[in-house]
Protein backbone atom coordinates (compact mmCIF):
# COMPACT_ATOMS: atom_id res chain seq x y z
CA UNK A 1 0.00 0.00 0.00
CA UNK A 2 0.90 3.34 -0.95
CA UNK A 3 2.49 5.71 1.79
CA UNK A 4 1.98 9.10 1.93
CA UNK A 5 5.62 11.16 1.84
CA UNK A 6 6.11 13.30 4.13
CA UNK A 7 5.90 17.45 3.37
CA UNK A 8 8.98 19.46 4.33
CA UNK A 9 7.39 22.71 6.01
CA UNK A 10 7.70 24.94 2.44
CA UNK A 11 5.46 22.22 1.03
CA UNK A 12 3.35 22.06 3.90
CA UNK A 13 3.10 26.02 4.05
CA UNK A 14 1.84 26.14 0.14
CA UNK A 15 -0.66 22.86 0.88
CA UNK A 16 -2.05 24.93 3.76
CA UNK A 17 -2.27 27.76 1.81
CA UNK A 18 -4.24 25.84 -0.98
CA UNK A 19 -6.41 24.30 1.32
CA UNK A 20 -7.41 27.78 2.87
CA UNK A 21 -8.16 29.10 -0.84
CA UNK A 22 -10.02 26.22 -1.63
CA UNK A 23 -12.03 26.77 1.62
CA UNK A 24 -12.84 30.12 1.20
CA UNK A 25 -13.49 29.99 -2.78
CA UNK A 26 -16.18 27.30 -2.11
CA UNK A 27 -17.51 28.08 0.76
CA UNK A 28 -20.19 30.41 -0.63
CA UNK A 29 -21.56 27.42 -2.65
CA UNK A 30 -25.48 27.25 -2.54
CA UNK A 31 -28.18 25.03 -3.88
CA UNK A 32 -30.76 25.94 -6.23
CA UNK A 33 -33.22 25.99 -4.30
CA UNK A 34 -31.35 29.51 -2.01
CA UNK A 35 -29.95 30.79 -5.53
CA UNK A 36 -33.50 31.08 -7.12
CA UNK A 37 -34.97 32.64 -4.51
CA UNK A 38 -31.80 35.39 -4.51
CA UNK A 39 -32.63 35.92 -8.07
CA UNK A 40 -36.26 36.23 -7.51
CA UNK A 41 -35.81 38.78 -4.54
CA UNK A 42 -33.22 40.70 -5.91
CA UNK A 43 -33.31 40.41 -9.80
CA UNK A 44 -37.13 39.91 -10.33
CA UNK A 45 -38.06 42.00 -7.64
CA UNK A 46 -35.88 45.12 -7.59
CA UNK A 47 -33.49 45.09 -10.00
CA UNK A 48 -35.91 44.59 -13.02
CA UNK A 49 -38.15 47.23 -11.67
CA UNK A 50 -35.58 49.85 -11.30
CA UNK A 51 -33.94 49.41 -15.07
CA UNK A 52 -37.42 49.58 -16.93
CA UNK A 53 -37.39 53.12 -14.90
CA UNK A 54 -33.71 53.84 -15.84
CA UNK A 55 -34.15 52.40 -19.76
CA UNK A 56 -37.40 55.17 -19.82
CA UNK A 57 -35.02 57.97 -18.82
CA UNK A 58 -32.13 57.19 -20.91
CA UNK A 59 -34.09 56.87 -23.81
CA UNK A 60 -35.80 60.00 -23.50
CA UNK A 61 -32.38 61.60 -22.54
CA UNK A 62 -30.62 59.86 -25.50
CA UNK A 63 -33.12 60.04 -28.36
CA UNK A 64 -35.98 62.39 -27.52
CA UNK A 65 -34.17 65.40 -25.24
CA UNK A 66 -33.09 68.66 -26.94
CA UNK A 67 -30.28 69.11 -24.43
CA UNK A 68 -27.19 67.99 -26.23
CA UNK A 69 -26.69 70.57 -29.09
CA UNK A 70 -24.08 72.21 -30.69
CA UNK A 71 -21.77 69.28 -30.00
CA UNK A 72 -18.46 68.84 -31.56
CA UNK A 73 -18.09 65.55 -33.98
CA UNK A 74 -15.66 64.19 -31.45
CA UNK A 75 -18.50 64.41 -28.96
CA UNK A 76 -20.94 63.56 -31.61
CA UNK A 77 -19.11 60.07 -32.50
CA UNK A 78 -19.10 59.61 -28.74
CA UNK A 79 -22.71 59.91 -28.16
CA UNK A 80 -23.86 57.84 -31.21
CA UNK A 81 -21.41 55.28 -30.21
CA UNK A 82 -23.63 55.57 -26.32
CA UNK A 83 -27.11 55.25 -28.36
CA UNK A 84 -25.71 52.17 -30.26
CA UNK A 85 -24.94 50.24 -26.99
CA UNK A 86 -27.84 51.38 -25.32
CA UNK A 87 -29.87 49.72 -28.20
CA UNK A 88 -27.72 46.55 -27.37
CA UNK A 89 -28.01 46.90 -23.80
CA UNK A 90 -31.50 47.46 -23.80
CA UNK A 91 -32.44 44.33 -26.22
CA UNK A 92 -30.19 42.28 -23.99
CA UNK A 93 -31.93 43.33 -20.81
CA UNK A 94 -35.06 42.62 -22.75
CA UNK A 95 -34.11 39.03 -23.20
CA UNK A 96 -32.90 39.01 -19.43
CA UNK A 97 -35.80 39.93 -17.89
CA UNK A 98 -37.82 37.36 -19.74
CA UNK A 99 -35.45 34.83 -19.04
CA UNK A 100 -36.03 35.68 -15.04
CA UNK A 101 -39.26 36.32 -15.23
CA UNK A 102 -39.85 32.74 -16.57
CA UNK A 103 -36.90 30.88 -14.41
CA UNK A 104 -39.25 28.82 -12.29
CA UNK A 105 -39.54 26.61 -15.72
CA UNK A 106 -35.88 27.28 -16.84
CA UNK A 107 -32.02 25.77 -16.36
CA UNK A 108 -30.85 27.15 -13.08
CA UNK A 109 -27.36 27.06 -14.80
CA UNK A 110 -29.31 28.98 -17.78
CA UNK A 111 -30.52 31.81 -15.48
CA UNK A 112 -26.94 31.73 -13.81
CA UNK A 113 -25.50 32.85 -16.80
CA UNK A 114 -27.72 34.97 -17.65
CA UNK A 115 -27.41 36.83 -14.30
CA UNK A 116 -23.55 36.69 -14.99
CA UNK A 117 -24.26 38.58 -18.38
CA UNK A 118 -26.43 41.44 -17.07
CA UNK A 119 -24.16 42.29 -13.97
CA UNK A 120 -21.24 42.85 -16.03
CA UNK A 121 -23.37 44.41 -18.85
CA UNK A 122 -24.94 46.82 -16.49
CA UNK A 123 -20.85 47.48 -15.47
CA UNK A 124 -19.86 48.21 -19.17
CA UNK A 125 -22.67 50.61 -19.48
CA UNK A 126 -22.76 52.27 -16.49
CA UNK A 127 -18.47 52.82 -16.89
CA UNK A 128 -19.47 54.50 -20.60
CA UNK A 129 -21.52 57.49 -18.96
CA UNK A 130 -19.27 57.54 -16.20
CA UNK A 131 -16.14 58.31 -19.03
CA UNK A 132 -19.10 60.87 -20.50
CA UNK A 133 -19.87 62.45 -17.36
CA UNK A 134 -16.67 63.20 -15.31
CA UNK A 135 -14.68 60.42 -15.23
CA UNK A 136 -13.39 60.08 -11.76
CA UNK A 137 -15.63 63.11 -10.26
CA UNK A 138 -18.55 61.63 -11.99
CA UNK A 139 -21.55 61.54 -9.82
CA UNK A 140 -22.32 57.85 -11.03
CA UNK A 141 -19.64 56.73 -8.87
CA UNK A 142 -21.88 55.77 -6.12
CA UNK A 143 -23.75 53.81 -8.21
CA UNK A 144 -20.88 51.23 -8.56
CA UNK A 145 -21.49 50.11 -5.16
CA UNK A 146 -24.54 48.95 -5.56
CA UNK A 147 -24.03 47.22 -8.62
CA UNK A 148 -21.49 45.53 -6.10
CA UNK A 149 -24.02 44.83 -3.74
CA UNK A 150 -26.38 43.37 -6.16
CA UNK A 151 -23.96 40.90 -7.33
CA UNK A 152 -23.11 39.61 -4.50
CA UNK A 153 -26.47 39.33 -3.52
CA UNK A 154 -27.53 37.31 -6.73
CA UNK A 155 -23.92 35.72 -7.93
CA UNK A 156 -23.63 32.47 -5.72
CA UNK A 157 -19.73 31.18 -6.92
CA UNK A 158 -16.89 32.96 -4.95
CA UNK A 159 -14.52 32.77 -8.09
CA UNK A 160 -16.89 34.33 -10.70
CA UNK A 161 -18.36 36.94 -7.68
CA UNK A 162 -15.20 37.67 -7.20
CA UNK A 163 -14.16 38.02 -10.64
CA UNK A 164 -17.10 39.87 -11.82
CA UNK A 165 -16.63 42.77 -8.93
CA UNK A 166 -13.16 43.08 -9.89
CA UNK A 167 -14.13 43.70 -13.03
CA UNK A 168 -16.46 46.70 -11.81
CA UNK A 169 -13.70 48.03 -9.85
CA UNK A 170 -11.72 47.90 -13.31
CA UNK A 171 -14.24 49.45 -15.30
CA UNK A 172 -14.75 52.42 -13.09
CA UNK A 173 -10.73 52.99 -13.60
CA UNK A 174 -11.15 52.79 -17.14
CA UNK A 175 -13.94 55.01 -17.28
CA UNK A 176 -12.10 57.42 -15.14
CA UNK A 177 -8.49 56.99 -16.83
CA UNK A 178 -10.91 57.70 -20.30
CA UNK A 179 -12.51 61.04 -19.46
CA UNK A 180 -9.29 63.61 -19.25
CA UNK A 181 -8.25 61.77 -22.82
CA UNK A 182 -11.24 62.77 -24.44
CA UNK A 183 -12.20 65.89 -22.80
CA UNK A 184 -8.68 66.83 -23.94
CA UNK A 185 -9.03 66.03 -27.33
CA UNK A 186 -12.58 68.04 -27.18
CA UNK A 187 -10.95 71.50 -25.66
CA UNK A 188 -8.29 70.62 -29.17
CA UNK A 189 -11.19 70.37 -31.61
CA UNK A 190 -13.26 73.17 -29.98
CA UNK A 191 -10.45 75.56 -30.48
CA UNK A 192 -9.19 74.44 -34.01
CA UNK A 193 -13.02 74.42 -35.12
CA UNK A 194 -14.00 76.76 -33.14
CA UNK A 195 -17.72 74.99 -32.35
CA UNK A 196 -18.82 73.05 -30.26
CA UNK A 197 -19.08 73.45 -26.10
CA UNK A 198 -17.59 71.26 -23.57
CA UNK A 199 -19.77 69.16 -21.40
CA UNK A 200 -20.51 69.50 -18.02
CA UNK A 201 -17.65 68.88 -15.28
CA UNK A 202 -14.91 69.18 -18.39
CA UNK A 203 -13.38 72.55 -18.09
CA UNK A 204 -10.88 71.19 -15.61
CA UNK A 205 -10.65 67.55 -16.32
CA UNK A 206 -8.27 65.23 -14.32
CA UNK A 207 -8.00 68.15 -11.01
CA UNK A 208 -9.11 65.88 -8.91
CA UNK A 209 -6.80 64.47 -5.67
CA UNK A 210 -4.88 61.19 -6.23
CA UNK A 211 -5.56 60.70 -2.39
CA UNK A 212 -9.40 60.68 -3.13
CA UNK A 213 -9.54 58.57 -6.55
CA UNK A 214 -7.22 55.69 -4.53
CA UNK A 215 -9.82 56.01 -1.70
CA UNK A 216 -12.48 55.84 -3.96
CA UNK A 217 -10.72 52.35 -6.00
CA UNK A 218 -9.74 51.28 -2.59
CA UNK A 219 -13.33 51.80 -1.13
CA UNK A 220 -14.96 49.64 -4.26
CA UNK A 221 -12.26 46.65 -3.83
CA UNK A 222 -12.73 46.58 -0.05
CA UNK A 223 -16.64 46.48 -0.35
CA UNK A 224 -16.55 43.54 -2.54
CA UNK A 225 -14.13 41.73 -0.14
CA UNK A 226 -16.94 42.46 2.91
CA UNK A 227 -19.51 41.14 0.70
CA UNK A 228 -18.08 38.13 -0.19
CA UNK A 229 -16.81 37.60 3.74
CA UNK A 230 -20.23 38.62 4.97
CA UNK A 231 -22.08 36.03 2.28
CA UNK A 232 -19.21 33.54 3.61
CA UNK A 233 -21.03 34.07 7.08
CA UNK A 234 -24.61 34.02 5.99
CA UNK A 235 -23.81 30.85 4.09
CA UNK A 236 -22.13 28.58 6.40
CA UNK A 237 -24.73 29.81 9.19
CA UNK A 238 -27.15 28.87 7.13
CA UNK A 239 -25.96 25.32 6.45
CA UNK A 240 -25.39 25.05 9.81
CA UNK A 241 -29.02 25.38 10.55
CA UNK A 242 -30.04 23.05 7.79
CA UNK A 243 -27.33 20.43 9.01
CA UNK A 244 -28.91 21.03 12.74
CA UNK A 245 -32.53 20.14 11.27
CA UNK A 246 -31.18 16.99 9.10
CA UNK A 247 -29.73 15.74 11.89
CA UNK A 248 -32.80 15.96 14.03
CA UNK A 249 -35.05 14.53 11.32
CA UNK A 250 -32.33 11.95 10.55
CA UNK A 251 -32.24 10.93 14.29
CA UNK A 252 -36.08 10.09 14.66
CA UNK A 253 -35.81 8.29 11.29
CA UNK A 254 -33.32 5.85 12.48
CA UNK A 255 -35.12 5.74 15.76
CA UNK A 256 -38.56 4.81 14.19
CA UNK A 257 -37.03 2.24 11.86
CA UNK A 258 -34.77 0.71 14.60
CA UNK A 259 -37.89 -0.16 16.39
CA UNK A 260 -39.67 -1.18 13.30
CA UNK A 261 -36.78 -3.70 12.67
CA UNK A 262 -36.72 -5.02 15.86
CA UNK A 263 -40.59 -5.32 16.20
CA UNK A 264 -40.94 -7.27 12.96
CA UNK A 265 -37.84 -9.47 14.07
CA UNK A 266 -39.09 -10.33 17.27
CA UNK A 267 -42.69 -11.26 16.26
CA UNK A 268 -41.30 -13.38 13.23
CA UNK A 269 -38.41 -15.23 14.97
CA UNK A 270 -41.06 -17.06 17.34
CA UNK A 271 -43.34 -18.59 15.17
CA UNK A 272 -40.28 -19.59 13.09
CA UNK A 273 -38.69 -21.20 16.08
CA UNK A 274 -42.07 -23.18 17.07
CA UNK A 275 -41.99 -24.48 13.56
CA UNK A 276 -38.15 -25.64 13.34
CA UNK A 277 -38.79 -27.56 16.70
CA UNK A 278 -41.81 -29.14 15.26
CA UNK A 279 -40.44 -29.96 12.17
CA UNK A 280 -37.35 -31.61 13.99
CA UNK A 281 -39.89 -33.82 16.12
CA UNK A 282 -41.97 -34.79 13.04
CA UNK A 283 -38.98 -35.77 11.61
CA UNK A 284 -37.55 -37.99 14.25
CA UNK A 285 -41.14 -39.34 14.93
CA UNK A 286 -41.57 -39.88 10.97
CA UNK A 287 -38.80 -42.84 10.05
CA UNK A 288 -40.81 -44.94 6.87
CA UNK A 289 -41.83 -41.84 5.57
CA UNK A 290 -38.80 -41.17 2.74
CA UNK A 291 -40.93 -38.66 0.58
CA UNK A 292 -42.32 -37.32 4.17
CA UNK A 293 -38.96 -37.23 5.36
CA UNK A 294 -37.59 -34.88 2.31
CA UNK A 295 -40.16 -32.46 2.54
CA UNK A 296 -39.63 -31.82 6.70
CA UNK A 297 -36.26 -31.23 5.85
CA UNK A 298 -37.17 -28.65 2.71
CA UNK A 299 -39.48 -27.02 5.62
CA UNK A 300 -36.26 -27.15 8.58
CA UNK A 301 -33.82 -25.52 5.54
CA UNK A 302 -36.29 -22.87 4.83
CA UNK A 303 -37.11 -21.67 8.18
CA UNK A 304 -33.56 -21.91 8.89
CA UNK A 305 -32.53 -19.81 5.71
CA UNK A 306 -35.40 -17.47 7.42
CA UNK A 307 -34.03 -16.94 10.57
CA UNK A 308 -30.72 -15.95 9.19
CA UNK A 309 -32.34 -13.63 7.22
CA UNK A 310 -34.14 -12.19 10.09
CA UNK A 311 -30.32 -12.01 12.58
CA UNK A 312 -28.74 -10.60 9.71
CA UNK A 313 -31.76 -7.98 9.54
CA UNK A 314 -31.25 -7.23 13.28
CA UNK A 315 -27.62 -6.34 12.69
CA UNK A 316 -28.11 -5.42 8.99
CA UNK A 317 -28.37 -1.82 9.76
CA UNK A 318 -28.33 -1.74 13.34
CA UNK A 319 -30.66 1.27 13.61
CA UNK A 320 -31.79 1.48 17.41
CA UNK A 321 -28.35 2.12 18.63
CA UNK A 322 -26.74 3.90 15.69
CA UNK A 323 -26.33 7.63 15.76
CA UNK A 324 -26.08 9.88 13.34
CA UNK A 325 -22.74 12.15 13.10
CA UNK A 326 -21.48 14.66 10.86
CA UNK A 327 -18.98 13.07 8.76
CA UNK A 328 -16.00 14.03 6.48
CA UNK A 329 -15.68 11.41 4.34
CA UNK A 330 -12.13 11.41 3.15
CA UNK A 331 -10.98 10.20 7.13
CA UNK A 332 -13.72 7.56 6.80
CA UNK A 333 -12.57 6.30 3.57
CA UNK A 334 -8.91 6.74 5.00
CA UNK A 335 -10.20 4.96 7.77
CA UNK A 336 -12.20 2.14 5.45
CA UNK A 337 -8.26 1.58 3.57
CA UNK A 338 -6.77 0.48 6.60
CA UNK A 339 -9.33 -1.86 7.47
CA UNK A 340 -9.43 -2.96 3.87
CA UNK A 341 -5.80 -3.32 3.70
CA UNK A 342 -3.94 -3.57 7.24
CA UNK A 343 -0.77 -3.03 7.57
CA UNK A 344 1.37 -6.11 7.81
CA UNK A 345 -0.68 -8.45 5.87
CA UNK A 346 0.75 -9.84 2.73
CA UNK A 347 -1.34 -7.74 0.25
CA UNK A 348 0.43 -6.30 -2.78
CA UNK A 349 -1.99 -3.48 -3.28
CA UNK A 350 -1.45 0.04 -4.19
CA UNK A 351 -3.83 2.43 -3.00
CA UNK A 352 -3.77 5.70 -5.09
CA UNK A 353 -6.29 8.08 -2.98
CA UNK A 354 -7.44 11.23 -5.46
CA UNK A 355 -9.11 13.77 -2.95
CA UNK A 356 -10.73 16.68 -4.35
CA UNK A 357 -11.22 20.18 -2.71
CA UNK A 358 -14.52 21.50 -0.62
CA UNK A 359 -15.90 18.07 -0.43
CA UNK A 360 -19.47 18.23 1.72
CA UNK A 361 -19.33 16.29 5.04
CA UNK A 362 -22.70 13.77 5.11
CA UNK A 363 -24.87 13.23 7.96
CA UNK A 364 -25.47 9.76 9.14
CA UNK A 365 -24.53 7.07 10.52
CA UNK A 366 -20.57 5.95 10.66
CA UNK A 367 -21.49 2.09 10.51
CA UNK A 368 -23.42 2.79 7.11
CA UNK A 369 -20.80 4.57 5.19
CA UNK A 370 -18.16 2.18 6.57
CA UNK A 371 -19.79 -0.71 5.01
CA UNK A 372 -20.24 1.14 1.55
CA UNK A 373 -16.37 1.80 1.48
CA UNK A 374 -15.13 -1.62 3.47
CA UNK A 375 -17.06 -3.50 1.11
CA UNK A 376 -16.10 -1.55 -2.21
CA UNK A 377 -12.05 -2.24 -1.28
CA UNK A 378 -12.64 -6.22 0.01
CA UNK A 379 -14.55 -6.59 -3.60
CA UNK A 380 -11.64 -4.41 -5.39
CA UNK A 381 -9.00 -6.44 -3.14
CA UNK A 382 -10.70 -9.84 -3.66
CA UNK A 383 -11.32 -8.99 -8.04
CA UNK A 384 -7.92 -8.84 -8.36
CA UNK A 385 -6.94 -11.80 -5.98
CA UNK A 386 -5.05 -9.86 -3.40
CA UNK A 387 -2.17 -8.29 -5.94
CA UNK A 388 -2.63 -4.95 -8.06
CA UNK A 389 -3.77 -0.88 -7.48
CA UNK A 390 -6.88 0.52 -6.19
CA UNK A 391 -7.29 4.00 -7.42
CA UNK A 392 -9.71 6.29 -5.23
CA UNK A 393 -11.17 9.41 -6.43
CA UNK A 394 -13.65 11.81 -3.93
CA UNK A 395 -15.19 14.83 -5.21
CA UNK A 396 -17.67 17.22 -4.19
CA UNK A 397 -20.60 17.79 -7.29
CA UNK A 398 -22.11 21.07 -7.86
CA UNK A 399 -25.18 19.70 -6.93
CA UNK A 400 -23.96 19.28 -3.57
CA UNK A 401 -23.27 15.45 -3.76
CA UNK A 402 -20.50 13.64 -3.06
CA UNK A 403 -19.09 11.42 -5.64
CA UNK A 404 -16.74 8.54 -4.86
CA UNK A 405 -14.96 6.16 -6.89
CA UNK A 406 -13.02 3.12 -6.10
CA UNK A 407 -11.48 1.52 -9.58
CA UNK A 408 -9.44 -1.92 -9.36
CA UNK A 409 -7.39 -2.91 -12.16
CA UNK A 410 -8.41 -6.68 -12.33
CA UNK A 411 -9.88 -8.64 -15.02
CA UNK A 412 -12.66 -6.97 -14.94
CA UNK A 413 -16.37 -7.94 -14.95
CA UNK A 414 -18.34 -10.19 -17.19
CA UNK A 415 -21.49 -8.19 -18.81
CA UNK A 416 -23.98 -11.05 -18.53
CA UNK A 417 -23.14 -10.74 -14.72
CA UNK A 418 -23.69 -7.09 -14.46
CA UNK A 419 -27.29 -7.24 -13.59
CA UNK A 420 -27.37 -9.02 -11.06
CA UNK A 421 -24.44 -7.77 -9.80
CA UNK A 422 -25.95 -6.08 -6.51
CA UNK A 423 -28.84 -8.64 -5.69
CA UNK A 424 -29.06 -9.93 -2.38
CA UNK A 425 -26.71 -13.30 -2.17
CA UNK A 426 -25.28 -13.62 -5.45
CA UNK A 427 -21.93 -14.05 -6.21
CA UNK A 428 -19.22 -15.33 -8.21
CA UNK A 429 -16.60 -16.27 -5.44
CA UNK A 430 -16.16 -19.60 -4.48
CA UNK A 431 -16.67 -18.94 -0.27
CA UNK A 432 -18.98 -15.30 -1.04
CA UNK A 433 -21.59 -14.70 0.79
CA UNK A 434 -23.11 -12.32 -2.31
CA UNK A 435 -24.43 -9.63 0.48
CA UNK A 436 -21.52 -7.32 0.16
CA UNK A 437 -22.48 -5.21 -2.81
CA UNK A 438 -26.18 -5.74 -2.16
CA UNK A 439 -25.13 -3.78 1.43
CA UNK A 440 -23.54 -1.15 -0.97
CA UNK A 441 -26.35 -0.45 -2.66
CA UNK A 442 -28.68 -0.72 0.29
CA UNK A 443 -26.85 1.80 2.36
CA UNK A 444 -26.19 3.93 -0.42
CA UNK A 445 -30.47 3.96 -1.03
CA UNK A 446 -30.82 4.84 2.83
CA UNK A 447 -29.92 7.94 2.24
CA UNK A 448 -30.97 9.00 -0.84
CA UNK A 449 -28.03 8.01 -3.09
CA UNK A 450 -27.19 5.35 -6.13
CA UNK A 451 -24.61 2.82 -6.94
CA UNK A 452 -23.74 1.94 -10.62
CA UNK A 453 -20.54 0.28 -11.55
CA UNK A 454 -18.52 0.85 -15.32
CA UNK A 455 -16.21 -2.29 -16.58
CA UNK A 456 -14.87 -3.34 -19.70
CA UNK A 457 -13.76 -6.86 -19.60
CA UNK A 458 -10.01 -7.16 -18.64
CA UNK A 459 -9.40 -3.75 -18.00
CA UNK A 460 -10.91 -3.40 -14.51
CA UNK A 461 -14.31 -2.61 -12.59
CA UNK A 462 -15.12 0.97 -11.52
CA UNK A 463 -17.44 1.30 -8.90
CA UNK A 464 -19.55 4.83 -8.06
CA UNK A 465 -21.42 6.11 -5.25
CA UNK A 466 -22.94 9.08 -5.49
CA UNK A 467 -24.80 10.48 -2.08
CA UNK A 468 -26.33 13.58 -1.71
CA UNK A 469 -24.63 16.02 1.27
CA UNK A 470 -28.27 16.80 2.49
CA UNK A 471 -31.21 13.96 2.21
CA UNK A 472 -33.72 12.48 4.01
CA UNK A 473 -33.09 9.14 4.80
CA UNK A 474 -35.49 6.67 2.86
CA UNK A 475 -36.77 3.74 4.97
CA UNK A 476 -37.21 1.16 2.82
CA UNK A 477 -38.63 -2.74 3.68
Same mark, same amino acid.
Given at each position: ????R ?13 ELW????? /?P?T??G ?5 V????R ?12 ? #??YL ?8 ? %??P??E???N??RT???I??C ?6 IV?W?MD?LS??L ?10 L??V ?5 TA??G ?10 P? #?I?R?A?V??R?D ?7 C????Y??A ?9 AE??LI?S??R?? %? ?8 R?P???L?LRV??L?L ?6 A ?10 ED?E???F???R?? #?Q ?6 A?? /????K ?9 A ?8 E ?5 Q ?7 EV?R??R??TE?MG?A?L ?5 ER ?5 E ?5 ET?F??G???D ?8 P?I?P???Q ?11 LI????A ?7 F??I ?9 VR???S?P????A ?5 F??YFTT ?5 ? #?????V?H?AE??G ?8 L??G ?12 M?L??
Amino acid at each position: MEKPRSLGWWEGVKQLRGELWQELTA /APLTDDGTFRQRVRFVERGVALPAKMVLSLV #LLYLLFVSQGFRN %LTPLQEDAWNLLRTFYLIYFCVNVGGGIVIWGMDDLSPRLVERVVYILALLDSVFLSGLTALTGGFTSILYWLFPG #LILRNAAVIPRADVQIVVNACVTGFYVVAGILYPVLSKAEEELIESTGRGT %LLSGSEDPGREPWEALVLRVLMLLLLTACCYALQVLLDRRRREDAEAQEFAVKRQQ #LQAAGRLAAEI /AHQLKNPLGIINNAAYTLQKTVKEGKTITQQISIIREEVMRSDRILTELMGYAQLAEGKVERLVVTEEMDRAVETAFPRGTAFDVKVRRDYGPAIPPLLGQRGHLSEIFVNLLINARDAMGGKGSVFISIRGTPDYEVEVRVRDSGPGIDPAVLPKLFEAYFTTKPTGTG #LGLAIVKHNAELYGGFVRVESVLGSGATFIVTLPARSVMRLRR
